[in-house]
């Protein structure tokens, strides 16, 4: 919902804060009185084309600002996250036009492109009359509208995923082929690859193991000398353990002589000698370890042939049994490959088949939806002066594959004839053709009408020049149904008539003194005086009020 307007330096208006509700606000005032200049204020906060005449003269900057109250579910939020905007219900749109004609956009304080600001304008507002590529106007929206009318959602859902496997399945067939095809290019050069890492048999780890023994090979006979010359002191007839043995006897010997207990040096150089014992039998196991059959040659040229190996495929010595698995899939790939691909395709085929048949219920809804939608809205029409008009939903299938997509395979676009003939088949264009603004504005009138229950974000309903050329009954066809729209949505007009005027839930004029735009709320009498200078131009009859006192009494 649009809650207020904040205008600054706009041609005529210097300042203005105007502040909005739910339901029908309807703005009168007389020719040239600056109702346009609202509505291309508003234009500016939702981005469109800025002019340098709007800034007011002797002003070098003109200022809009537009606050949006924004329901926990409104679409809008998805668009905000991907810029990184943060938004907690209250959005503020805000556009700065210098007078050289350059602008500058804001969203909640951040600046923004101008197409992105239009962008989330179009999710807020539907101007008619205005900007003829918002909204209904544009024909990518009709399948969209159409879908919600229908009440497609799950349908579309099962469509786009159903879309989504065809084409997974599609690129895997593609990939698979692509793979097939450089194989069998290769597949002289790859068989013998996987003949030859076959032959070789690497082994993960391999080239680290071989190093480890090369080195120990080339340092036996070091390590054999240091051990034996290590285990003689230890161990010989003159090592450490002969000579604690003897000092041991010694000291026992001379037990008597010396006078005192020796019990604890006793058995500090026993366990000294088990000490020395434990080493030597540890020595005697790395030594036997020495004793291994190692064939230095044998290790050299294995290792020359997995570090060739390795050279030859540009890879470390580690992923030769990786590239082994790698190689050889490729190979069952050629071997395999008609096998393997025919399922592929059969997998293309079927999930295509998924796809085809959860469009054609698209479409089946699509054209039962259609009948609908065009059997109402064209009952409308008559009531709004439009009889000679005729609406219809194309809705045609698209034969190319190319044009399939995740919602199906419908080219959705609505269709008017605005001067049909019962003596011949009505001439069918797009219903952004309409040349009359107010023929127009009261073909939106009665699309949003009709769709207002299934589009609920729609946002703000603007309609500008809906009452031209019409009057009486056709009129109060137009209040009545602008007041219907109302009961949902927020809807604003800028109006003429009368009979328009008297149904809105707040009145607005807009007048013109001193070169300046102002604009004031009615209530009760000066809201009868407006509506009866409508009825009745600048001199107002008594005739004229007590008109408009039936019409606001019946409104």
Same mark, same amino acid.
């Given at each position: 919902m649009l809650q207020a307007l904040h205008i600054k330096n706009v041609v005529l208006i210097e300042q203005l804060s105007l502040e909005f509700t739910n339901g029908l606000s309807a703005l009168t005032g007389e020719t040239g009185a600056g109702k346009s200049i609202l509505l291309d204020s508003l234009g500016l906060a939702l981005g469109a084309r800025g002019d340098a005449g709007l800034v007011r003269r002797g002003s070098n900057q003109a200022s809009v600002t537009a606050e949006f109250d924004i329901s926990p579910d409104h679409p809008v939020y998805d668009v905000l996250k991907e810029q990184d905007i943060l938004c907690e219900g209250v959005l503020i749109l805000r556009r700065v036009l210098n007078e050289d004609g350059r602008s500058k956009a804001y969203v909640n304080d951040e600046a923004v492109s101008i197409g992105f600001l239009k962008t989330i304008g179009e999710f807020l507002v539907d101007i008619h009359g205005q900007f003829e590529t918002y909204g209904l106007l544009n024909p990518s929206t009709h399948r969209i509208v159409l879908d919600q009318f229908s009440g497609?959602?799950? &349908? /579309?859902?099962?469509?786009?995923?159903? &879309?989504?496997?065809?084409?997974?399945?599609?690129?895997?067939?593609?990939?698979?082929?692509?793979?097939?095809?450089?194989?069998?290019? !290769? #597949?002289?050069?790859?068989?013998?690859?996987?003949?030859?890492?076959?032959?070789?048999? +690497?082994?993960?780890?391999?080239?680290?193991?071989?190093?480890?023994?090369?080195?120990?090979?080339?340092?036996?006979?070091?390590?054999?000398?240091?051990?034996? /010359?290590?285990?003689?002191?230890?161990?010989?007839?003159?090592?450490?353990?002969?000579?604690?043995?003897?000092?041991?006897? !010694?000291?026992?010997?001379?037990?008597?002589?010396?006078?005192?207990?020796?019990?604890?040096?006793?058995?500090?150089?026993?366990?000294?000698?088990?000490?020395?014992?434990?080493?030597?039998?540890?020595?005697?196991?790395?030594?036997?370890?020495?004793?291994?059959?190692? !064939?230095?040659?044998?290790?050299?040229?294995?290792?020359?042939?997995?570090?060739?190996?390795?050279?030859?495929?540009?890879?470390?010595?580690?992923? /030769? +049994?990786?590239? &082994?698995?790698?190689?050889?899939?490729?190979?069952?790939?050629?071997?395999?490959?008609?096998?393997? /691909?025919?399922?592929?395709?059969?997998?293309?085929? #079927?999930?295509?088949?998924k796809y085809r048949l959860c469009a054609i219920k698209l479409h089946e809804r699509r054209k039962s939806a259609a009948q609908q939608i065009d059997k109402v809205i064209n009952s409308e029409l008559k009531p709004l002066k439009l009889d000679k008009s005729v609406f219809e939903t194309s809705v045609e299938l698209c034969h190319s594959e190319t044009a399939w997509g995740a919602y199906g395979f419908d080219d959705v676009r609505f269709l008017v004839a605005t001067n049909a003939s019962s003596d011949t088949a009505p001439v069918l264009e797009s219903l952004n053709k309409i040349a009359s603004g107010g023929e127009m504005a009261r073909f939106m009138l009665a699309l949003k009408v009709v769709l207002a229950d299934s589009a609920p974000h729609s946002g703000v309903f603007v309609f500008d020049e809906i009452d031209t050329g019409i009057g009486g009954a056709t009129a109060s066809a137009v209040g009545e149904r602008l007041a219907k729209l109302a009961e949902k949505h927020q809807v604003m007009v800028v109006t003429h008539s009368p009979q328009v005027a008297s149904v809105a839930d707040h009145h607005w004029m807009v007048s013109k003194s001193g070169g300046r735009?102002?604009?004031? +709320?009615?209530?009760?009498?000066?809201?009868?005086e407006e509506i009866a200078r409508m009825l009745s131009g600048a001199e107002i009859s008594s005739e004229a009020r007590a008109a408009a006192a039936r019409l606001l009494d019946t409104g």
């Open positions: 497609n959602s799950s &349908f /579309l859902s099962d469509s786009s995923d159903a &879309f989504r496997k065809w084409r997974d399945a599609e690129i895997m067939l593609a990939e698979a082929e692509e793979q097939a095809a450089r194989a069998m290019e !290769n #597949e002289s050069y790859i068989r013998d690859c996987v003949e030859e890492l076959r032959d070789l048999s +690497p082994v993960e780890g391999e080239e680290l193991s071989l190093v480890e023994k090369k080195k120990q090979i080339q340092h036996v006979d070091a390590l054999r000398e240091c051990y034996a /010359l290590v285990g003689e002191a230890l161990g010989g007839e003159q090592g450490a353990d002969i000579l604690i043995g003897q000092a041991w006897k !010694n000291l026992e010997r001379h037990a008597d002589k010396i006078g005192s207990d020796i019990s604890g040096l006793i058995e500090d150089l026993n366990g000294a000698s088990e000490n020395i014992q434990q080493a030597c039998r540890k020595l005697d196991q790395l030594a036997s370890a020495l004793d291994i059959d190692l !064939n230095l040659e044998e290790i050299e040229d294995r290792l020359y042939a997995l570090r060739a190996l390795a050279r030859k495929h540009h890879c470390a010595v580690d992923d /030769l +049994p990786r590239l &082994f698995e790698e190689l050889s899939v490729k190979l069952e790939m050629v071997d395999g490959q008609e096998d393997v /691909l025919r399922q592929l395709r059969l997998k293309v085929e #079927e999930s295509k088949e735009t102002t604009i004031t +709320p009615l209530k009760g009498q000066s809201r009868q």
